[in-house]
């Protein structure tokens, strides 16, 4: 097996690259503060959250801030040792 064979593909979409970058520096980031940080559209960031949450990569809080709704993402265990082991073997890659 290739070093190309152990990337996640989880992490290939720039969306999902993105946003798990993001949490890894952040503790949480917020709906509006991610779509911005990454210019996509409410839909692409739902999506692509949606799977990384499945995937047991990401958490998502949905609560209330007065009477609007509000939705936070935070990096789990499992996403922060998988997207280094990721970024490991891009570093890997680029070396050979």
Known sequence: MGIIDKLNKDFESRVRLGIM???M???WVDFTEMKALLNIT????ASHSS???KAGYIEVKKEFVGKKPKTSYQVTD???VAFKEHLSYLEKLMKS
Do not use: P
């Open 21 to 23: 970058s993001v949490l």
């Open 78 to 80: 499992l996403g922060r």
């Open 42 to 45: 409410d839909g692409n960031l």
């Open 25 to 27: 520096v952040n503790d």
């Open 51 to 53: 799977a990384l949450e």
